[in-house]
């Protein structure tokens, strides 16, 4: 079955720096890659999506890659700010389930 | 429009003692998730319902029921508490019709359930 990895488990950069985290997934025939944000406490919502026919997508200063021959997919945040302190989530779709990443907690440091 | 919602929002059992955690949505969905989640380990699927009237195991099913009631609201329930069932448990739903299979949209999530079991 498929199993997506996440790293790092933790992140820290500072205010304003780029961060990228980085998952991998084993099942070639995944193709939805969606990311969520979790802040402590409260539920996972959906910040940015890449579809298996799209090697990259772009939202403000949220982007996603997506490298299918080497079945890899990254989160690019630039400009970090406070608010983007929170637990990231990767996650591969396969038949009717999303398979999870263990998750990164990213610390923004003033 | 609520979205997701489930009840209750927390929850402490003793060791055998049985509950059912409620969940609904009014966003017309066909699809229904539960999934626990435990520290550093992400979400896991315990079962799904891809349509009313179906249901189907997820990654860690062992331990848990559910019933699709209706097109809103799906249900899971431990028969027996067992103190590794102590977790955050979420419901989602999302959006979209089933096509090729696969998720490929945004899913919604309720609030959450924090179980506890002694």
């Known amino acids: 079955g498929e199993n997506v990895e996440q790293h790092p488990s933790t992140l820290s950069v500072q205010e304003g720096d780029s961060a990228v985290i980085k998952c991998t997934y084993s099942d070639s025939a995944s193709n939805y890659f969606p990311w969520y944000k979790q802040e402590l406490g409260k539920r996972p919502q959906l910040i940015i999506d890449?579809?298996?026919n799209v090697g990259e997508k772009k939202d403000q200063r949220i982007a996603v890659t997506l490298n299918k021959t080497a079945k890899h997919f990254s989160l690019h945040i630039t400009e970090t700010q406070p608010e983007d302190s929170a637990v990231y989530f990767c996650a591969a779709s396969t038949n009717y389930q999303l398979i999870w990443g263990a998750g990164t907690k990213l610390i923004i440091k003033p | 429009n609520a979205g997701v919602t489930q009840t209750p929002k927390f929850q402490v059992l003793k060791t055998g003692q049985s509950m059912t955690l409620q969940c609904a949505q009014d966003m017309n969905h066909n699809s229904m998730y539960w999934y626990r989640q435990d520290p550093g380990m992400g979400l896991r699927l315990i079962y799904y319902?891809?349509?009313?009237?179906?249901?189907d195991k997820g990654e860690v099913p062992n331990g848990y029921n559910v019933s699709r009631l209706n097109k809103r609201e799906f249900s899971l329930r431990l028969e027996s508490a067992a103190p590794s069932q102590t977790s955050v448990y979420f419901c989602?739903?999302?959006?979209?019709?089933?096509?090729?299979?696969?998720?490929?949209?945004?899913?919604?999530f309720g609030p959450g359930t924090r179980l506890t079991v002694l």
């Open positions: 989602a739903s999302p959006r979209g019709a089933r096509t090729s299979g696969s998720i490929t949209d945004t899913q919604y």
């Open positions: 319902s891809a349509s009313e009237g179906t249901t």
């Open positions: 890449i579809r298996s």
